[in-house]
T-cell receptor, first 114, second 113 residues
Framework: EADIYQTPRYLVIGTGKKITLECSQTMGHDKMYWYQQDPGMELHLIHY???????EKGDLSSESTVSRIRTEHFPLTLESARPSHTSQYLC?????????????FGSGTRLTVV | DAKTTQPTSMDCAEGRAANLPCNHS???????VYWYRQIHSQGPQYIIH???NNETNEMASLIITEDRKSSTLILPHATLRDTAVYYC??????????????FGAGTRLAVHP
C-alpha cells in the first residue's frame, strides 16, 4: 500500500497550458524530492525540500517550480508546458534521520505535452 | 557523495543467484551503500543498505568488502519479477540526514526462464 501518492498517473496536455502535478505523503516525512526521468534514461533530481517553506533546485535545471506549504504536500507546477517537458516525474520522501528504508517513491506521473 | 560504478547490464537464469557488483572506491567512512531497483517505469524501490557489515533481509543480501571499496548485491533465487534496473548509491547520513539520493545509470538485470 503506497504511502506517497502522485496524481494524475498519466497526463496529456497541450502546449502552453499550466499544469500542477500533485504529490502527497502520509508518513510525516520532512524531506521531499522531485525527480525527472525520460524513457530508458537516468533519474535526475530537479527539486527538493527539507521542510515547510524550504525548497531548493536539484542537480538538473528545470523550468518547473515547487512549493511546500504543508509537510505532507509538495506540488510541482509548469506555468507553460512545452513538448520538451514530456517525461515521467517521480516524487519521493524521506524522514530525518533518513532511516532504514531511505527514500519512499511514488508511482510517478507520466506527462505528455503535445 | 562518492561515485559508484556498475556494469551496464547482466543476465541471470531463473532460480539462480544474481550477483550484482558495485565499485565505490572513493567512498568515505560515513557513507552507506544503498541499493534500489526500478521495475519498468515504476518508482524506485528500496532493497537494502549497509555501512561495513554484511546485511541480509527478505529481499536480498549485501556483501561489502573489508576495505569498503566495492560491494555485491545478491538475489539468492532470482525470478522473472526481479527483472529491473538496480542502482547502487553511496549516501551519507551525516548532517542530520540532509542528503540527496543521486542515481547513476544502474545495472539492467534480465532474468530469463
Amino acid at each position: 500500500e503506497a504511502d506517497i501518492y502522485q496524481t494524475p498517473r498519466y497526463l496529456v496536455i497541450g502546449t502552453g497550458k499550466k499544469i500542477t502535478l500533485e504529490c502527497s505523503q502520509t508518513m510525516g516525512h520532512d524531506k521531499m524530492y522531485w525527480y525527472q526521468q525520460d524513457p530508458g534514461m537516468e533519474l535526475h533530481l530537479i527539486h527538493y525540500s527539507y521542510g515547510v517553506n524550504s525548497t531548493e533546485k536539484g542537480d538538473l535545471s528545470s523550468e518547473s517550480t515547487v512549493s511546500r506549504i504543508r509537510t505532507e504536500h509538495f506540488p510541482l507546477t509548469l506555468e507553460s508546458a512545452r513538448p520538451s517537458h514530456t517525461s515521467q516525474y517521480l516524487c519521493a520522501s524521506s524522514p530525518t534521520p533518513t532511516g532504514t528504508h531511505g527514500y519512499t517513491f511514488g508511482s510517478g506521473t507520466r506527462l505528455t505535452v503535445v | 557523495d562518492a561515485k559508484t560504478t556498475q556494469p551496464t547490464s547482466m543476465d541471470c537464469a531463473e532460480g539462480r543467484a544474481a550477483n550484482l557488483p558495485c565499485n565505490h572506491s572513493t567512498i568515505s567512512g560515513n557513507e552507506y551503500v544503498y541499493w534500489y531497483r526500478q521495475i519498468h517505469s515504476q518508482g524506485p524501490q528500496y532493497i537494502i543498505h549497509g555501512l561495513k557489515n554484511n546485511e541480509t533481509n527478505e529481499m536480498a543480501s549485501l556483501i561489502i568488502t573489508e576495505d569498503r571499496k566495492s560491494s555485491t548485491l545478491i538475489l539468492p533465487h532470482a525470478t522473472l519479477r526481479d527483472t529491473a534496473v538496480y542502482y547502487c548509491i553511496a549516501l551519507s547520513l551525516l548532517s542530520g540526514g540532509y542528503n540527496k539520493l543521486i542515481f547513476g545509470a544502474g545495472t539492467r538485470l534480465a532474468v530469463h526462464p
